[in-house]
T-cell receptor, first 113, second 115 residues
Framework: NAGVTQTPKFQVLKTGQSMTLQCAQD?????MYWYRQDPGMGLRLIYY???????DKGEVPNGYNVSRLNKREFSLRLESAAPSQTSVYFC????????????FGDGTRLSIL | GNSVTQMEGPVTLSEEAFLTINCTYT??????LFWYVQYPGEGLQLLLK?????DKGSNKGFEATYRKETTSFHLEKGSVQVSDSAVYFC??????????????FGKGTLLTVNP
């Protein structure tokens, strides 16, 4: 009963390095989302994928790219990490039928020095 | 655009006290409303939801009523416990066509319950 699994749980990067955050769900959900959580800011949507094969920008997409690899997996890539991208990143999924809540992973805590 | 405004914290209560966390929203369509809870070091979990006006969502002693006339969805609990200490997020999902059910979150309210 894994739900939404994110890897890694923690990561420290140097400015300019790149990395990919992985997310996988086993609930056969169509839609997947990436958020960042910063103190006092709530959760802000970075990118989302309404269905396999589609991706769209959210509120704060700059500096990020995403790939919907298949129905289960949705990855987030930082090509050249900046200190402003230090945050906690959450992946979520939902069936995409109306009124269904999103299910969240436990987050990836990313620090960029 | 859509927005959610919830009371700023932190909120500190004694065990068995009454809790209210205010939440108001602005939406262009007919949103569904949610309360999520985040315990330390964890992701968000759905606490309760309401999908139409006058619906009451409830779970684990928490309640919230969807008030369209006041665009509000305040969270209440009659008697809080230490284990309720967490961050609470109010959110809305715009169900209008093309929205892809994206969630708009409030900034979160940290609740600490002391024994």
């Amino acid at each position: 009963n894994a739900g939404v699994t994110q890897t890694p749980k923690f990561q420290v990067l140097k400015t300019g390095q790149s990395m990919t955050l992985q997310c996988a769900q086993d609930m056969n959900h169509n839609s997947m989302y990436w958020y960042r959580q910063d103190p006092g800011m709530g959760l802000r949507l970075i990118y989302y994928s309404a269905s396999e094969g589609t991706t769209d920008k959210g509120e704060v997409p700059n500096g990020y790219n995403v790939s919907r690899l298949n129905k289960r997996e949705f990855s987030l890539r930082l090509e050249s990490a900046a200190p402003s991208q230090t945050s906690v990143y959450f992946c979520a999924s939902t069936p995409s039928r109306g009124n269904q809540p999103q299910h969240f992973g436990d987050g990836t805590r990313l620090s960029i020095l | 655009g859509n927005s959610v405004t919830q009371m700023e914290g932190p909120v500190t209560l004694s065990e068995e006290a009454f809790l209210t966390i205010n939440c108001t929203y602005t939406a262009t369509g007919y949103p569904s409303l949610f309360w999520y809870v985040q315990y330390p070091g964890e992701g968000l979990q759905l606490l309760l939801k309401a999908t139409k006006a006058d619906d009451k969502g409830s779970n684990k002693g928490f309640e919230a009523t969807y008030r369209k006339e006041t665009t509000s969805f305040h969270l209440e609990k009659g008697s809080v416990q230490v284990s309720d200490s967490a961050v609470y997020f109010c959110a809305l999902s715009d169900n209008s066509g093309g929205s892809n059910y994206k969630l708009t979150f409030g900034k979160g309210t940290l609740l600490t319950v002391n024994p």
